[in-house]
């Protein structure tokens, strides 16, 4: 029996000429992409062409202008900077704060182009304060706020730290002892702050707070006694103080226009009516109020001056310090009770002031 063959060839040479023509058409494929990349690179090696052309034109004209510039201006670019050393840190010596000050001046004199402004004369001699100097300058900020102008400073710091006669620490500490607070509270920082400056540096802050604190007046001490927290520095001390000090005279200020107002515009209707008071007294009426009704005094040895409607943060206020909210005080009864509050009941008995509710 035969052997059958197990291959085509008719199948095979089908086979075969499917797959030239896939070769073929691939190849024609490539051939007419390999057409396009050399169009494209063509192109690009134009704009190479003319980019080189105009990078050529710039150099040209940026040799013109460099040539043209005045030797003077090259000179000076030329030339090394002038040396000017640092001023020596300040640490609050009393003898050397004039020193300090000048060399600050030679500094800003040798660059007077970058000091030409307060902001950068301040931030660079501030930056050299050390130790007490910059204990000072931080202080001075918190309580007046920051410098403006290095004049000021200059003054602020020779009025501290300048024109000091040596003295002994007993004498130093006799002097800050005795300071006390007679007009503002910043009048008094000022001058506590030159006699404090005059303790030993090993004079620490809580030695200064208690004397601080002991030379302010009655009502401003008493606030500061019933505050929770109490202050943890002598500078936050001080800005305290000084902020309820402020507060005071601006009730007052206000207190005075309100009050000079309403007498002014009831003084006609009292001059039309006096036949009539001549010869009676009328009692003053006693009525219920809230403490919104409530009104502020402050004592000025026998004379007692009303002030305006308390605010609702200051009534507030008196009711977490434990204080009295006629007049303000802690040793008041009237921290409990308002109308026990001795200032009130003098009013109510001059017909100043109306019965008051807690």
Known sequence: MPRRNSQNPTFENSTLESTLISIQAALEHL????????????SQQTEIQLLHSSNTHLHQQLSSVQSQQPPLQQTILIRDPIRINAPQEFHGKRKEVSSFLAQCGIVFKADQSHFQNDENKLNTAISYLRGDAFK?????????GP?????????????????????????????LIKCRQTTSVQAYVTAFQLKASRLPITTNDHTKMFHFKDGLKKQIHDFINNLRPQPTSLSELMKTATEYDDNIHSSLSLSTSDSYSSSHSSSHSSDNHSSSTNNHTHPPTHSSHHDDDIEMTEVNTTTIKPFKKLTPEEKQRRKDAHLCIYCGEHSCPGSKDVNKCSKLIKNQQSGKAPRQKN
């Open 31 to 42: 051939r007419l992409s390999n057409e396009q990349l050399s169009t494209q690179l063509l």
């Open 136 to 144: 000072w300058y931080e202080a001075t900020v918190r309580v007046h």
């Open 147 to 175: 410098f403006l102008e290095y004049s000021k400073f200059s003054e602020s710091l020779k009025a501290t730290f300048g024109n000091y006669t040596e003295v002994s620490p007993d004498k130093a500490m006799h002097d």
